[in-house]
């Protein structure tokens, strides 16, 4: 059984940088998509980038360029989001989603608990 | 990357059918058939439903269904039942290795 497991909570002033962390048991780590995916309170779900571990790779939504870098160790089964530059707006529980087998490679099959952001000075 | 457009409600009552629709452009929904929709309910992390326009995963209800047309998909919920009240978001692959949501629909069982 896949199962993601989620870094905790964090608080972070504004202009500074988050680290999420997101750690795959059950299934193989390095052959499926993973996603990272965000919630701001009250609104939708937002796709931010994945990474399929194998390739190292990461590819980003264009309203997160420059700012978001994913990236993936294939030793711990761990995938790792970074946001930089946090202003209020990135208050948000974030998820990751690994791809499900047989599926389209951006298919979120399985989904982490969620780690809630909360950007405040 | 626009997200993809979902009414904000829809309501039904106990075992009436509700479909959800799903907009987007030839560059996502109508150029892959790659659709997904997740079930969210409060609180909680969410659930794919459906997934390749109409494949369900193991252990989702044959209640649910998906399909899509040109640039439209849709997710059809037949049965109604209480439980199926909970937010509904569809995802298309949008080409270069990118997704994008739907805005989102909130599902209101009567």
């Known amino acids: 059984q896949v199962q993601l497991v989620q870094s905790g909570a964090e608080v972070k002033k504004p202009g500074s940088s988050v680290k999420v962390s997101c750690k795959a048991s059950g299934g193989t780590f390095s052959s499926y998509a993973i996603s990272w995916v965000r919630q701001a309170p009250g609104q939708g779900l937002e796709w931010m980038g994945g990474i399929i571990p194998i390739f190292g790779t990461a590819n980003y939504a264009q309203k997160f360029q420059g700012r978001v870098t994913i990236t993936a160790d294939e030793s711990t089964s761990t995938a790792y989001m970074e946001l930089s530059s946090l202003r209020s707006e990135d208050t948000a529980v974030y998820y990751c989603?690994?791809?499900?087998?047989?599926?389209?490679?951006?298919?979120?099959?399985?989904w982490g608990q969620g780690t809630l952001v909360t950007v405040s000075s | 990357q626009s997200a993809l457009t979902q009414p904000a409600s829809v309501s039904g009552s106990p075992g009436q059918s509700i479909t959800i629709s799903c907009t987007g452009t030839?560059?996502?929904?109508?150029?892959?058939?790659?659709v997904s929709w997740y079930q969210q309910h409060p609180g909680k992390a969410p659930k794919l439903m459906i997934y390749d326009v109409s494949k369900r995963p193991s252990g989702v209800s044959n209640r649910f269904s998906g399909s899509k047309s040109g640039n439209t998909a849709s997710l059809t919920i037949s049965g109604l039942q209480a439980e199926d009240e909970a937010d509904y978001y569809c995802?298309?692959?949008?080409?270069?290795?990118?997704?994008?949501f739907g805005g989102g629909t909130k599902l209101t069982v009567l």
């Open positions: 995802c298309s692959y949008a080409g270069s290795s990118t997704l994008v």
């Open positions: 030839s560059s996502d929904v109508g150029g892959y058939n790659y």
């Open positions: 989603a690994r791809a499900l087998a047989g599926a389209a490679a951006g298919t979120c099959g399985y």
